[in-house]
């Protein structure tokens, strides 16, 4: 890459992301500067770094174990806040989006406020704890927030204490990867982010060992992945606070499990409120209004059930099946691999 193409993409960045925080200022009073949060995500993308805490290790893309640390140690969720925890590409934002609707469909300026809010405003791990500054100043109630860490890396009982509910989100491994592997491969060109380049291989082949091996930095230890995620969230899968969503169930049937997310949050719901949220929630929808830091990186692609036997190998595909059969022994967790 260039110098020139190296500065177009760090406008692009800068741009993008940039807008991610600035675009909410007129919805505050006495709004914070966001300059150094702005530069923060700027250099965390061009110039990565491998941050780490608890031996759980992040790197690119602006996840930082710093924040998630001071968010432990710091950070105190409000009474019904929302927090849609997973492993990426499993549903996190379609289930966001599912509860921004529930919360603040009567609510016209906290909609559009919500409307595109993502990564570098509204996960724990993301950024720096200024950036909680922001969050506290704006005018809602109740705040949609995400997370992409197990637990050993959060607070469970403050969280329960303060009043705050979780969603887990759970996806099929094999269409998780793919579309994991289809949203980094969008990501901009950094000469600089060799390792990340290594995490994240253009060929698939490639791909699929460095996931499976553990090696892509999202707040797991080294050699760890999906699965262990999974595994941190499974004893609480019963707590009253915490409601777990899949994926494929919502495919199926998203009336039904908007009704579910509904009465868990304690949220009253007509049959025409949930076909409205079901429209508004859809992935055409969704896709249709992606901010500009979605649409960089391809974030909306199909969005179905199944495309992974488009990507698998059958070695890749039973090589899956033992290992995910290893690491869920004891467990009921029962994946769908197609509809």
């Given at each position: 890459m260039s110098?020139?193409?190296?500065n177009?993409?760090?406008?692009?960045v800068?741009?993008?992301l940039g807008?991610?925080?600035k675009?909410?200022?007129?919805?505050v009073t006495?709004p914070?500067d966001?300059?150094?949060?702005?530069?923060?995500?700027?250099?965390?993308?061009?110039?990565?770094?491998?941050?780490?805490?608890?031996?759980h290790?992040?790197?690119?893309?602006?996840?930082n174990?710093?924040?998630?640390?001071?968010v432990?140690e710091?950070?105190?969720?409000?009474?019904?806040?929302?927090?849609v925890?997973?492993?990426?590409?499993?549903?996190?934002?379609?289930?966001?989006?599912?509860?921004?609707?529930?919360?603040?469909?009567?609510?016209?300026n906290v909609?559009?406020?919500t409307?595109?809010?993502?990564?570098?405003?509204?996960?724990?791990?993301?950024g720096?704890?200024?950036k909680?500054?922001?969050l506290e100043?704006?005018?809602?109630?109740k705040?949609?927030?995400?997370t992409h860490?197990?637990?050993?890396?959060?607070?469970?009982?403050?969280?329960?204490?303060a009043?705050?509910?979780?969603?887990?989100?759970?996806?099929?491994p094999?269409?998780?990867?793919?579309?994991?592997?289809?949203?980094?491969n969008?990501?901009?060109?950094?000469?600089?982010?060799k390792?990340?380049?290594?995490?994240y291989?253009?060929d698939?082949?490639?791909?699929?060992?460095?996931?499976?091996a553990?090696?892509q930095?999202?707040?797991?230890?080294?050699g760890?992945?999906y699965?262990?995620n999974?595994?941190?969230w499974y004893?609480?899968r019963?707590?009253?606070?915490?409601?777990f969503?899949?994926?494929?169930?919502l495919?199926?049937?998203?009336?039904?499990?908007?009704?579910?997310?509904a009465d868990?949050?304690?949220?009253?719901?007509?049959?025409?409120d949930?076909?409205?949220?079901?429209d508004?929630?859809?992935?055409?929808?969704?896709k249709?209004q992606?901010?500009?830091g979605?649409?960089?990186?391809?974030?909306?692609?199909?969005g179905?059930?199944g495309?992974?036997?488009n990507h698998?190998?059958?070695a890749?595909?039973?090589?899956?099946?033992?290992?995910?059969?290893?690491?869920?022994?004891?467990?009921?967790?029962?994946?769908?691999?197609e509809?």
């Open positions: 110098n020139m193409e190296a177009a993409t760090k406008q692009m800068e741009k993008s807008g991610s925080f675009d909410l200022l007129p919805y006495d914070p966001v300059k150094l949060l702005v530069e923060y995500f700027v250099d965390a993308i061009m110039n990565p770094k491998e941050t780490e805490w608890k031996g290790k992040m790197y690119g893309q602006g996840f174990a710093d924040t998630i640390k001071w432990y710091n950070w105190t969720p409000w009474k019904d806040d929302v927090i925890a997973s492993f990426p590409k499993t549903g996190t934002t379609w289930a966001r989006h599912i509860v921004r609707h529930l919360y603040y469909r009567n609510d016209e909609m559009a406020m409307k595109t809010m993502t990564m570098p405003t509204i996960y724990l791990e993301t720096i704890p200024s909680f500054e922001l100043k704006l005018p809602w109630k705040r949609v927030i995400a860490v197990p637990t050993q890396l959060l607070d469970l009982e403050k969280i329960k204490s009043g705050a509910k979780i969603i887990y989100t759970i996806r099929n094999k269409d998780q990867m793919v579309s994991w592997y289809h949203m980094t969008s990501f901009p060109p950094n000469p600089h982010a390792r990340q380049m290594e995490m291989p253009k698939w082949n490639s791909f699929f060992e460095s996931s499976i553990g090696k930095l999202l707040g797991n230890k080294e760890e992945w699965m262990e999974l595994l941190s004893p609480h019963n707590d009253e606070n915490v409601l969503v899949y994926f494929e169930d495919i199926k049937d998203s009336a039904k499990e908007i009704k579910r997310i868990f949050l304690g949220v009253s719901v007509t049959p025409e949930v076909s409205c949220i079901a508004a929630t859809s992935f055409v929808s969704m249709q992606s901010g500009s979605e649409q960089m990186v391809n974030f909306y692609r199909k179905k059930v495309d992974w036997k698998f190998t059958v890749q595909s039973e090589r899956m099946d033992v290992l995910v059969k290893e690491k869920l022994a004891g467990t009921d967790i029962q994946f769908t691999y509809l």
